[in-house]
């Protein structure tokens, strides 16, 4: 179980009792966190009556107040099972990119490898009933991206999901499953082999509770983090009406890059990616439109190489150089973030930070945002 920084049962706790209160009531508890720092701060201000209904409507009060103990302490005994984690919103492992859309979850129920959601992931979907063309289209790009070292990640439903996981898992490349369900409710039952094989090369992820049922109201909710943890989302295949365009929405929403799949204007499940097409997505036809839009992501992951061979000569780093270092993640990191953490000024770090950038350890990605580029 992955419980760094959570070294006492009380904040697991209570991290899960905030998850739990957040999914039961589907109200969005994150501007709590963002008031009070972490889930034990929440519930005790919740205990002491610092957050009322003036703050929140009742049912969503009555779960921080009085948490539902029996399925908290389910969680926390089945978490202690390989390959379980819990990665809540203040641990270094929560991805960056998440972080950053409106009313990102609290926190994830992983299984699998956890370091695996914090890639480079390229958002595949479609149809649940896919004509022959979208399925080998799925395939091929799925096998493309993991042939690059992205990761894909979908929502292991039929279909166009399904392709996806399996092609990435064809190439030996990594994958996430993002479920609309709790990580011991697999859904569809169908796809629980394939699920197994997703947590070999790759995790299963959920902000539901590990025994959540897959209700309908769930799929829409989960699309948010399919699009949330990814550069881009790549929609294969797809009706006017299909419930992947609300994924593509999300991306749009979240500053994301959209991607659609073209094809005849007789298939009928081509109207949605020609809506898309039509609002401005980018046309794909091949996997190098898909790394042209990548842009920055892509240099990152090549620079990789490089700065591990560096890293293997043994740079000789500061003391101050090797905080911001650590401070500075895989994903877009700003300058900003990287003072709060450090505690140093924007004086104190700008040459230390071009100095570990001409060491090839961190790049600069955008105007005050940098990536740390070493494996």
Known sequence: MFMEGLSQDT???DWLALLHAAVATDYNLFPLLENFGA????LEAAR???????HLPDAALAALQKPDAKAINSDMARLQQAGYHFVPFDHDRYPTLLKQIPAPPPALFVRGDPGVIATCQVALVGSRKPTIDGRKDARYFAEA???EGITVTSGLAHGIDTEAHRGALARSGCTVAVLGSGLDCIYPRANAGLAEAV???GALISEFPLNWRPYP???PRRNRIISGLSAATLVVEATRNSGSLITARHALEQNREVLAVPGSIRNPMKQGCHSLLRAG?????????ILAVLGQFRQVEKAASVATVQTEHNIALDEQEKVLLDNIGYEPTSLDEIVNMTGNGIEDIMGKLLTLELDGLITAVAPGSYMRVGR
Do not use: K, M, S
């Open 11 to 13: 904040h697991l706790y």
């Open 39 to 42: 889930a034990p701060a929440v």
């Open 48 to 54: 002491a009556g610092l957050i009322n209904r003036t």
């Open 145 to 147: 991206l993991a042939q």
């Open 199 to 201: 947590c070999e090369r």
């Open 217 to 219: 109201g769930n799929f």
């Open 281 to 289: 997505a980018a046309l794909v036809e091949n996997v190098d439109d």
